[in-house]
């Protein structure tokens, strides 16, 4: 017998994008390089402009160079 998959994603809201959390090893009040990439989590599927996406990508850079 064959498996049965069951999809348990709420329905998509019609949102503006939001960052709602963030973790990172690295907390400070002065500029800190992350060692490790923060984990980011977002809400909303529509960009500033009102068009609607699902899918974001995430650029995270420093200036420092080791």
């Known amino acids: 017998m064959e498996p049965t998959y069951v999809e348990l994603n ?3 809201s019609l949102s503006r994008l ?3 959390t963030m973790a990172a090893d690295a ?6 390089a992350f ?4 984990s980011l989590s977002y809400t909303g599927t529509r960009d500033y402009g ?11 850079t420093t200036d420092v160079d080791w």
Do not use: H
């Open 10 to 12: 709420p329905p998509v």
């Open 50 to 60: 009102d068009n609607p996406y699902e899918l974001y990508r995430t650029y995270i």
């Open 35 to 38: 060692r490790l990439m923060p």
């Open 27 to 32: 907390f400070s009040d002065q500029p800190t």
């Open 18 to 20: 939001g960052v709602s």
